[in-house]
């Protein structure tokens, strides 16, 4: 039981005494220029709404007290997730409706207006993921009339092509897609700064096959954080079977050892991990610290050799977890984002991943410290 002790010992300390190498590396911040203050530096998504199959469908609808919480809080921008695709004609030249643009209008200006910056992320295009080549006309056309309504507006406004490209879209085509797309809305707004994820759900690892055109200086690469995933989206009912198990603390290994749910003990992944979990000490146990520094030197490793900013455009836990072990993984991933110079917006989808209660307009007080601290 030695190992278990020092574990838990590690886990009530301060936790970044237990992280490896990465955190006291010098910050790098890849292509400063590309930032002014404030602008993307510590951000919320406002997710499940525009980006739901039509506002309200999945529980949430935009209100202007989000927008005025959100900026008292200390938010500097919003990624506004928005599913255009679900709002344009399904035959050239794939207008976009009106109505729907109007909507978007309103929650820009709700978010300039309060000094914040605001990011158009095309999301759930799940028709391109599955059909690259049937769609991605549809796709740059789209992508035409955001850039032509909205190229005059300021520069705290950005674009983000298409939010975790993945399925069948794979690092080559997404490469070849997104060049294509980039060259549709750089025709009507040159120089308005682009966010491109990687591929396979925004991973880090993906960025190494990340390809952006040397010639645009405007171009921000992004990757979503949520490992250990089996932390992160333990017990969550939208998950696989082998998800299933919860009582997963971070950093592991928890006090008494984890049994995994059958399914999880079909998956040799899953299996392998849940073993790690319950034998290794808390450094460098696969729900600890160095879980997170390795997503982030990969991310570090690309920025190094591409000298391109870098955003982390989701990060986020479910409510499953205890909320000690919640708030320790938002605060390590956090800080050790900043370290090296990382923007990011925490995933809020006004349900299980949330930060701040749409309804009653009240703020996770774990969480917001975590973050905002």
């Known amino acids: 039981m030695l190992h278990r002790g020092l574990s838990l010992l590690c886990g009530a300390l301060l936790i970044t005494a237990c992280i490896p190498d990465v955190p006291a590396q010098a910050p790098f911040v890849a292509h400063p220029a590309a930032f002014t203050p404030g602008q993307l530096h510590r951000g919320i998504n406002s997710g499940n709404a525009l980006d739901a199959p039509k506002e309200g469908a999945w529980g949430v609808m935009l209100d202007e007290r989000f927008f005025t919480d959100v900026a008292a809080a200390g938010f500097d921008h919003v990624r506004i997730p928005i599913r ?16 729907f643009f109007r909507r978007v209008d309103w929650a820009i200006e709700q978010t300039t207006s309060r000094r914040m910056t605001a990011i158009i992320d095309f999301h759930h295009y799940e028709e391109l993921m599955k059909d690259p080549e049937g769609h991605s006309a549809r796709f ?78 405007n171009l921000i690469a992004s990757f979503h954080m949520y490992q250990p995933i089996l932390f992160t989206h333990q017990g969550m009912p939208f998950m696989p079977g082998e998800y299933g198990t919860v009582g997963i603390s971070f950093p592991g290994p928890s006090a ?20 790690r979990y319950n034998t290794t ?27 391109r900013p870098l955003y982390m455009g989701e990060l986020g836990a479910g409510d499953t977890i205890d909320p000690a072990s919640r708030a320790r993984w938002t605060r390590l991933v956090r800080e050790m984002a900043e370290q090296q110079g990382i923007g990011w917006a925490y995933w809020d989808d006004g349900g299980r991943f949330n930060i701040y209660d749409r309804k009653t307009g009240a703020w996770n007080p774990e969480l917001t410290a975590a973050l905002m601290r």
């Open 84 to 99: 255009f695709n679900a709002h344009a004609a399904a035959a050239a030249p794939y207008t976009v409706d009106d109505e």
């Open 256 to 275: 008494t050892p984890i049994v995994p749910v059958p399914e999880a003990q079909k998956v040799d992944w899953v299996a392998d991990w849940f073993r």
């Open 281 to 307: 000490l808390s450094a460098e146990n696969p729900s600890g610290p160095s879980a997170v520094a390795a997503e982030l030197a990969m991310a570090r490793a690309f920025a190094e050799r591409t000298k």
């Open 140 to 217: 740059i056309g789209i992508w035409r009339q955001i850039a032509a309504r909205y190229r005059d507006r300021p520069a705290s406004v950005l674009y983000e092509l298409l939010n975790e490209p993945t399925d069948k879209l794979t690092a080559p085509k997404w490469n070849a897609l997104l060049l294509e797309a980039l060259a549709a809305v750089r025709a009507a707004d040159p120089t308005r700064q682009v966010i491109v994820d990687s591929v396979f759900w925004a991973a880090a690892k993906e960025l190494a096959n990340l390809e952006l055109p040397a010639d645009d200086a």
